[in-house]
């Protein structure tokens, strides 16, 4: 964000772990137009960190990025490092390794330098010193930095200088950043699904970079690596073979990609695909509850939503379906509205989940209370639109007509929500989230279609409607 702003301009960050309620921390403007500040760890729950900017000069405002907060940044959260405290002279510099954050390229690790105030000094300059000459690698108004772009077994040396005179305030002996520690294995276990097998475990300390699954054809293996799992997943799901049983192990790995030692074996055997939904709805006299305004839509059986025209279903707890969901139904949207709410068994920043479309009319939302939110794809007013909105433990995935719309990383469990399970308006009713079209074939599953059942949804359905 550029700036040339007066000194009674103001500047904030406002911030959230996704799915909560907004914050805000003062920004202080520094030299050369920049804005600095910090978003408190404290209020961070979670790997993930949306923000965004806002500026005011009088009557002058600013805000980053464009139509914040319905478009936000992102950022993904380091764990509190290792410290290794090296004295050199007037320059403390402390080495150890560090997860590796998204767009660094140089490998898991940092080391951070701490060093005294000069009363008279108003921006220092940090140069990394590369064969034998100065490389700059910030200006910052903080008598500490972490670089971030080192290398684990790599030496390094810094020299901090007056960013305005040139000169040299403090230098830094040799510092070699340390190879990170070997984490303990995880504690896991098995839960046999539908199409599928999946592995829980507990996400590891500062220590952990990832994870590396293991299976074998017996207790005893051999076994062989199959895939890898992120930072902090609580959940892995495995395509298995259809009553053939698994045995399955996790190595954590290191900051660095080294493996520690194998966890608990554990065995299971997946349940058929296709497993029966929570619930099921049709629309075509054979549903156990009151469907106000019936018809029959391009030979969809349908119901006509409106203000008036909505279905209400008191809270079951099996609507609470944890670790992973799928919201499917089909929808022909005849006026966009303002923001109309298709399907709702929880309230935005709260619990459970919801559909929507969102933004202009021109993106679909869909929320899950404690783990996030997914805007993606568009849709066509006047024409039948199959969407099914899955989340597995680990994305969040959005299909429209059978093929990705949209996804996101994401992970937790789904808050509960005891409310009301709505079909064709918002929790809470208002205009704003009326819906002027038809809805046919819902369906909620307490698992996450694969893309392939997606696709495989929407076809078969999709040659019942005229014209396709």
């Known amino acids: 964000m550029a700036h040339a702003a007066s000194n009674s301009a103001t500047a904030s960050v406002f911030y959230r772990s996704p799915g909560r309620a907004w914050k805000g921390a003062p920004l202080r403007f520094v030299n050369r137009g920049r804005i600095e500040g910090c978003i408190p760890a404290a209020d961070v729950k979670g790997d993930v960190v949306e923000y965004f900017i806002h500026v005011a000069d009088g009557p002058a405002k600013a805000i980053w990025p464009l139509n914040a907060p319905t478009r936000v940044e992102r950022l993904s959260v380091v764990p509190k490092p290792f410290a290794v405290r090296v004295p050199a002279g007037g320059l403390r510099a402390l080495g150890g390794p560090r997860f590796q954050s998204q767009g660094t390229k140089t490998g898991p690790g940092l080391i951070q330098l701490e060093w005294n105030d000069g009363p008279a000094v108003r921006v220092f300059r940090v140069d990394r010193m590369e064969s034998g000459k100065p490389s700059e690698v910030a200006l910052t108004r903080d008598t500490w930095f972490e670089d971030r772009s080192v290398r684990v077994g790599a030496t390094y040396r810094y020299e901090v200088t007056d960013a305005d005179t040139g000169r040299v305030l403090a230098r830094s002996n040799e510092i070699t950043v340390p190879e990170p520690p070997i984490p303990s294995p995880p504690e896991i276990r098995a839960i046999a699904g539908p199409g599928r097998v999946r592995l829980l475990w507990n996400g590891g300390g500062i220590d952990v970079g990832g994870y590396a699954v293991y299976k074998g054809d017996s207790p005893n293996g051999p076994f062989t690596r199959i895939d890898s799992s992120p930072l902090g997943a609580r959940s892995f799901p495995i395509q298995d073979e259809l009553g053939k049983s698994g045995y399955y192990q996790v190595r954590a790995l290191s900051l660095s990609g080294k493996e520690g030692a194998p966890s608990n074996t554990v065995v299971c055997t ?192 999709a040659q019942k409607i005229t014209g396709r």
């Open 270 to 461: 997946r349940l058929a695909a296709n497993c029966p939904p929570v619930l099921a709805l049709d629309f075509d006299g054979t549903d156990r509850i009151d469907i106000p305004n019936r018809v029959v839509e391009e030979g969809l059986p349908a119901m006509r939503a409106s203000p008036t025209s909505f279905v209400s279903i008191p809270h079951s707890d099996a609507f609470n379906t944890d670790e992973e969901i799928t919201v499917e139904f089909w929808v022909k949207l005849m006026s966009p509205g303002a923001m109309p709410v298709f399907v709702s068994h929880g309230q935005f920043d709260a619990d459970g989940f919801f559909i929507q479309l969102f933004g202009g009319h021109a993106m679909w939302r869909f929320f899950l209370g404690g783990v996030g939110v997914l805007d993606a794809g568009h849709i066509d007013l006047g024409k039948w639109t199959h969407v099914a909105a899955t989340y597995d433990g680990r994305r969040m995935t959005l299909y429209l007509n059978g093929v990705e719309a949209g996804s996101r990383t994401a992970a937790g469990t789904i808050r509960p929500a005891n409310r009301t399970l709505y079909v064709g308006r918002y929790e809470i009713a208002s205009h704003e989230y009326e819906v002027d079209g038809f809805i046919a074939r819902f369906r909620l599953y307490s698992y996450a279609l694969s893309p392939s059942e997606a696709q495989e949804h929407s076809r078969s359905t």
